[in-house]
């Protein structure tokens, strides 16, 4: 039995983990993954790591500036370039300039600055929610058939997969309004490659990171191996476009995809970018919200509390999931106790 059960270690799902065990509850974090963060990932290969999520934090709105600053105070992130070039159709390259954040430990280094003091249970899928007639949630976990027992519940995930968990519930329980308004949420995929290259294979390019617009196949592609202290190769990170992604996205073999988007980059940006030393690519299903839900948390009306939350409340990416886990904390909170969330003072916790 806990207080609060949070699906989900994502950035919105231990922004609300950490404000509810901050303010006095028993809290336990559920992620189906090895690894925290959500979409803010970094992969361990070949003697290195790539971020494969989340390339880099462009600090927008006063809740992630702060944030990225007190990150810089612990030497976790640091500035990686303020020049991001947009390759256009035509192939011409224009400059956009901010400064654009890194960890060099990897990008999945911010989830595990907001990790400690948290009770999380990785690698463990919940594969059915129901109420219990004690009045409380019960989450039935795959992997070890074990039960958790929780007064209030907080679906931290995409809406895709929060609406295939409560679905079964039905209208009765949830309302239709709510149910109707999950399943309006829409997602964008996307398809990444990480590819690594032989040490003298060829000059790099002078930048670091390059948008492409209006790109059949790529989005994005950065040299990620420039977020490292000593890098032993070239190591570039291949965002596709949405409507790529949406072709293959249901490849058995995501090889040869990986291999088009790298033969694409070849052709328009840098010959030897075809032939890679190694490469692993990664499907994200749900990687950027198309089709928001306007604010910042989605809550059921039920004698349960539930909330849902994410990026996709309110959007702006990272920023958008932190305001949307602050968010869901208050939430959850109104309905338990009422206890004193540290929300005007959330990155205190963290002095």
Partial sequence: ??????????????VCAQQLTQAGYSVIVVEKSRGLGGRVATRRLYGTWADHGTCYLK????LLGNFVELLRSRDILEVWTDKVYELQPNLELNENSAPRYIAPAGMSAIAKFLAPGLDILLN????????????????????????????????AIPA??????????????LGKEFLDKLSSVKFYPCISAIAGYHATSQPLPHWKALTFVDDAVLGWMGLDSSKRPHPQQPVFVLQS????????????????VGQEMLQHAAQIVLPWLEAPEWMQVHRWR?????????????SASTPLPLACCGDWCGGNLVEGAMLSGLAASAEI???????LLPNMNFFKVFT
């Avoid at 463990?124 to 992997?143: F, K």
């Avoid at 949405?242 to 995501?254: K, V, Y």
């Avoid at 749900?286 to 989605?298: G, N, T």
């Avoid at 109104?334 to 206890?339: A, D, M, S, Y």
Wanted: glycine share 4%.
């Fill in 1 to 14: 039995m806990t207080d609060v059960a949070v699906i989900g270690a994502g950035m919105a799902g231990l």
């Fill in 59 to 62: 600090a927008k709105g006063e």
């Fill in 124 to 155: 463990q899928r919940v594969i059915a929610i129901n109420p219990t007639p004690e009045n409380s949630w019960r989450l039935t976990l795959e992997s070890s058939n074990e039960e958790l027992i929780a007064q209030a519940l907080v679906l």
């Fill in 160 to 173: 895709p997969q929060a609406l295939m968990l409560l679905a079964p519930l039905g209208e009765s329980l």
């Fill in 241 to 256: 476009s949405a409507n790529f992604a949406q072709i293959h996205l249901e490849s058995a073999d995501l090889e040869p």
């Fill in 286 to 298: 749900y990687a950027f919200p198309s089709h928001l839900w306007q604010e910042a948390v989605l």
């Fill in 333 to 339: 909170n109104n309905h338990l106790r009422q206890l």
